[in-house]
């Protein structure tokens, strides 16, 4: 069995189509305004409108409130939550959709709690000022162990992945899946090239393979 797809900050309907047609498990639609992806509810309605597709769709969000977050998964029909702050994971687990619970940076496990309701799956990421990893790696020694720790739990990895060490940090940390943003676009954010999503499935589908 393979691992998890998601590419995150989506901001062209082409570039969701090109998700689609390619097997891509999982998008990101990026609701904070002070990302380069980020989008307004508007905006992501309107790039959303023509999708009938098999993605999970993901909303991202950054210092939101628990309204925001169901406002905008109701108006968006969006399929699970990420919140990429410091707030606590239970008044949006308590709205009702799947969430991810995301860890910045290498924290001792044994401090950790997982959130309850439990996450859909966690989510690891590089700790750098701001929010989101900036393509920036985590530790990966650290996340492999984190994988073991949370165990059964699904755990992805995200953060400085890109077509040419995804197969090497599927192999190192053993995730459950791989969350990508700068690592699937040609350099200019939220402009997406499909031959590094390409790429980055045929990494994922030959470490399932071995």
Do not use: Y
């Amino acid at each position: 069995m393979r691992a998890g797809l998601k590419i995150c900050g989506l901001t062209r309907r082409e570039d969701i189509a090109v998700c689609q047609r390619l097997g891509v498990d999982a998008i990101g639609i990026n609701l904070w305004r002070g990302s380069p992806r980020g989008l307004t509810v508007d905006a992501a309605q309107r790039l959303l409108e023509s999708d009938g597709g098999s993605l999970l769709k993901v909303g991202v969000f950054v210092e939101a409130t628990p309204s925001f977050v169901c406002e905008a998964m109701q108006d968006l029909r969006l399929d699970a939550i990420q919140i990429h702050d410091d707030q606590p994971l239970e008044p949006f687990a308590a709205l009702g959709w799947p969430c991810v619970w995301v860890i910045r940076g290498t924290p001792e496990l044994a401090s950790l709690r997982v959130p309850s309701p439990e996450p859909a799956w966690i989510l690891l990421d590089a700790s750098v000022p701001g929010f989101g990893g900036a393509g920036h790696r985590t530790d990966w020694r650290w996340a492999a162990e984190a994988v073991r720790w949370f165990s059964p739990r699904p755990v992805w990895l995200a953060g400085g992945i890109r077509p040419d060490n995804a197969l090497e940090a599927l192999q190192t940390v053993q995730p459950a899946g791989l969350d990508i943003a700068s690592g699937a676009e040609a350099g200019t954010p939220g402009v997406k090239d499909e031959g590094k999503i390409a790429e980055l499935l045929a990494a994922v589908t030959t470490a399932g393979a071995v």
